[in-house]
C-alpha cells in the first residue's frame, strides 16, 4: 500500500528534518524548507552545521532528489509533508507550540486536497488532532480526513550518535484513518530498515514519544538523588553504580546535568496535559526538580571544596570545560551547563568557557557566554577546573598544566582520571 507520485516537503531542517530529508531523497523527490535562510544556502552548499549529516551525504542528494528552500511556495506542489519543528517550553516549564502553530499556518496555505501531513515534532497526547489539525483546517477550507489526512511518527533522533541514527532506530507510526495509517507505514517503512511499529492511534503515537524520555529523565534523576546522598555521606557514586551495576537486572543510569531538547523538555509536555485533565503528577514533576538543580548543586560543591582548601571565592578563576548539552555534539539546546555557569558566577567568580564542538556566535547569542579558544585557555592558571561536558579532545587536555598550584578539580561526568579530581558527580 503506497502513496503515488510522491513528492515530500519537510518543514524545519534541524536535527530531525535534515536526517529524515536525505534519506527519503534517497527514494523519492523531497523539498525542504526551513525559514531560515542561512540555514537553507549552507545546505545547498552541503554544509551542515549540526553534523547529523556529513557533506558527502548531502552532495549524494542536492540538486537532485533533495532541494532545501526557505520559499513557501516552494512546497506547494508536495503531497505529504512532515513537520519536524522544535517544541520547546517557556520561562515557566509550559509548552511553546508557536513554533508548530506556526508551521501548521504555513502547511495549511499550501495543501490540496488528499495531501497528508505528518508530525514529528515532540506534543502532548491530543495535540495534534486538537490544536494542529483545526489549524490545517482553517487555511486550507479543506475538511480533515475528507480533504486531508494526518498521520503522528514521533522522533527519535539523537543527536551526536554515529550508530543509533534514522534508519536504525525503530520506528513509530500512526495515521488519521485506517487506510492512511498503512500508507504512512509503508513509506516510512522503505527507509528505516529496523522496521517500524504501528500505533493504534495518532494519540499513542504521542503518548509513547513522551514517555520514553519521561522514563530516562525519572532514572536520571533517581541517580542524581543518589549522588546527593552520597556526597553527604562521603561515599563516590560512581564506585557505588559500578559496584550494583554487577547485578543482571541493574539499570545502568548515571548521574549528571540533564539538558538538551527532549529529556530536560518532554516531561514537561505530558504533566501539563495531565494537570489540564486534573491530575497533579507527582513522580514525573519530582525528578524534574531534581534534574533542574543539579548545576546549582554542583557550583555549590565546587566551591566548598575550594573553600576547603583556602581559595578566595571571589575573582576565583575557574575552567568549565563544556557548555553543549551532551558529549560530541555541537547541539547547547537547553544546556544545563549555563545553570552552573550562571551560579559560580553569582559567587563572584571569574568563568572561562572552553568547548571545542559548540559554536561562539550561537553560544554568545543563546547564553550570553564568550567562549575561549584553547590558546586563551592554555595561558592561564586556575584555580578551579569543572569537566562539565566529556567531550573525546578533554582526554588529551593536559588538565593539570591549567591548575594553580592550589586548585581543585571537579568531574561532573566521572570521565577524568580519579587521581587527578578532587570530586565528581
Not at 352 to 358: G, S
Request: glycine fraction near 8%; include cysteine.
Amino acid at each position: 500500500m503506497e502513496f503515488e507520485n510522491i513528492h515530500i516537503g519537510i518543514v524545519g531542517l534541524g536535527y530531525v528534518g535534515l536526517p529524515l530529508a536525505v534519506e527519503f531523497a534517497k527514494k523519492y523527490k523531497v523539498t525542504g524548507f526551513d525559514i531560515n535562510s542561512k540555514r537553507v544556502n549552507e545546505l545547498n552548499s552541503c554544509i551542515d552545521f549540526t553534523l547529523e549529516t556529513t557533506t558527502e551525504e548531502l552532495k549524494e542528494v542536492i540538486g537532485d532528489g533533495l532541494t532545501c528552500s526557505s520559499n513557501l511556495s516552494d512546497i506547494s506542489s508536495c503531497n505529504i509533508y512532515i513537520v519536524t519543528v522544535p517544541t520547546p517550553v517557556d520561562q515557566y516549564k509550559k509548552p511553546d507550540l508557536t513554533p508548530v502553530i506556526k508551521a501548521s499556518e504555513s502547511v495549511g496555505k499550501v495543501l490540496k486536497q488528499g495531501d497528508v501531513v505528518i508530525y514529528e515534532s515532540t506534543v502532548y497526547p491530543g495535540c495534534t488532532e486538537e490544536v494542529c489539525v483545526p489549524i490545517l483546517e482553517r487555511e486550507s477550507n479543506l475538511k480533515f480526513n475528507i480533504g486531508f489526512y494526518c498521520g503522528y511518527s514521533p522522533e527519535r533522533i539523537n543527536p551526536g550518535d554515529k550508530v543509533n541514527r534514522l534508519t536504525t532506530i525503530k520506528k513509530v507510526t500512526s495515521g488519521s484513518t485506517v487506510e492512511i495509517a498503512k500508507r504512512i507505514d509503508s513509506l516510512y517503512s522503505s527507509i528505516v530498515t529496523a522496521g517500524t511499529h504501528p500505533a493504534s492511534s495518532i494519540k499513542v503515537a504521542e503518548a509513547a514519544k513522551v514517555i520514553e524520555n519521561s522514563q530516562r529523565d525519572i532514572n536520571i534523576a533517581f541517580v542524581n538523588e543518589l549522588a546527593l546522598i552520597f556526597d553527604r555521606l562521603g561515599i563516590d557514586t560512581k564506585d557505588v553504580l559500578e559496584a550494583a551495576g554487577t547485578k543482571w537486572n541493574f539499570l545502568k543510569f548515571t548521574p549528571g546535568l540533564v539538558g538538551g531538547h527532549c529529556i530536560g523538555v518532554d516531561p514537561y509536555y505530558l504533566t501539563y496535559k495531565a494537570e489540564s485533565i486534573g491530575y497533579n503528577p507527582q513522580v514525573i514533576l519530582s525528578g524534574r526538580r531534581i534534574n533542574d538543580n543539579m548545576g546549582i548543586f554542583v557550583a555549590n560543591k565546587v566551591v566548598k571544596l575550594m573553600i576547603q582548601k583556602g581559595i578566595q571565592i571571589k575573582g576565583a578563576k575557574i575552567a568549565l570545560l563544556g557548555i553543549t548539552f551532551k558529549e560530541n555534539c555541537p547541539d547547547i539546546r537547553n544546556s544545563k551547563v549555563n545553570d552552573l555557569y550562571l551560579e559560580l558566577r553569582d559567587f563572584g567568580c571569574e568563568v572561562d568557557v572552553f568547548d571545542p564542538w559548540a559554536d561562539s556566535k550561537e553560544v554568545k547569542h543563546e547564553y550570553n557566554i564568550d567562549l575561549v579558544d584553547q590558546n586563551l585557555l592554555n595561558k592561564n592558571r586556575y584555580d578551579g577546573v569543572i569537566l562539565a561536558v566529556s567531550h573525546q579532545q578533554f582526554k588529551n587536555l593536559d588538565i593539570n598544566s591549567l591548575k594553580k598550584d592550589i586548585s581543585i578539580v571537579y568531574d561532573i561526568k566521572s570521565f577524568l582520571s580519579k587521581d587527578i579530581v578532587d570530586g565528581r558527580l
